[in-house]
């Protein structure tokens, strides 16, 4: 059964601290995505990466960044968390092809108080 | 303005009944036409999912219309059942920039029994 595991269900930080977010799939993707989940907003790519060492900016890349050093790892990093960055975060991957189905984690529920 | 457009936010349907949910983008470099279903507590996974070069695609009781000519795209769930209970999101991929998937805001579905 292919997989997409996330840290974290549920993380509480305080304003100010790093935070990081790691996910790890099993099913051997080159792509992987970070996707923030707000109600009445739908899901909104933060970044992504085709490749190990390789990233993308995606349509709210401000306030995070992203590490890929291995092909199975991708972390989402908040370099000083923020009460708006209190969100859903979703962790997905894909194979190569271009119609190819994405696989999403469970999901980590930020609090930043 | 890269957009997806979902309506409506929520939507309560009788056991039996037909499941509607709209979608319309303006983006004509969308090749490909997913929904994803989502239930509490998971992250989402592919329903179904169409090309543009079909104006129909039917898999059990899950049915996506599209219009080309519109730009709309719908998802039909036939004899709706309490599990179909859940969130669905449309979801559209271009040919060009990467592998992004632009997602619609989402629609919370409930089916009463």
């Known amino acids: 059964d292919v997989k997409v595991t996330q840290s974290s269900r549920y993380l509480v930080k305080r304003t100010g601290e790093k935070v990081f977010l790691e996910c790890v799939q099993d099913m051997d993707h080159e792509n992987m995505f970070w996707y923030r989940q707000d109600p009445g907003l739908g899901l909104r790519l933060i970044y992504f990466s085709y490749d190990v060492k390789m990233k993308e900016k995606g349509d709210i890349p401000e306030g995070y960044s992203v590490s890929r050093e291995k092909k199975e790892r991708f972390s989402l990093i908040l370099e000083s968390a923020s009460t708006n960055q209190t969100s859903m975060y979703l962790c997905?991957?894909?194979?190569?092809?271009?119609?190819?189905?994405?696989?999403f984690g469970p999901g980590t529920r930020l609090t930043v108080l | 303005q890269q957009q997806v457009k979902q309506s409506p936010q929520s939507l309560i349907v009788q056991k039996g009944g037909i499941s509607i949910i709209n979608c319309a983008y303006e983006?004509?470099?969308?090749?490909?036409f997913p929904w994803y279903q989502q239930f509490p507590g998971k992250g989402p996974a592919l329903l179904i999912a169409?090309?543009?070069?079909?104006s129909e695609k039917k898999e059990g009781r899950f049915t996506i219309s599209f219009n080309k000519s519109a730009k709309q795209f719908s998802l039909h769930i036939m004899d709706s059942q309490p599990g179909d209970s859940a969130t669905y999101f449309c979801?559209?991929?271009?040919?060009?920039?990467?592998?992004?998937?632009?997602f619609g805001a989402g629609t919370r579905l409930f089916v009463k029994a």
């Open positions: 997905a991957s894909s194979s190569r092809p271009r119609y190819s189905e994405q696989f």
């Open positions: 979801a559209a991929r271009g040919n060009s920039g990467g592998f992004k998937t632009i």
């Open positions: 169409i090309r543009p070069d079909v």
């Open positions: 983006n004509t470099a969308f090749d490909y």
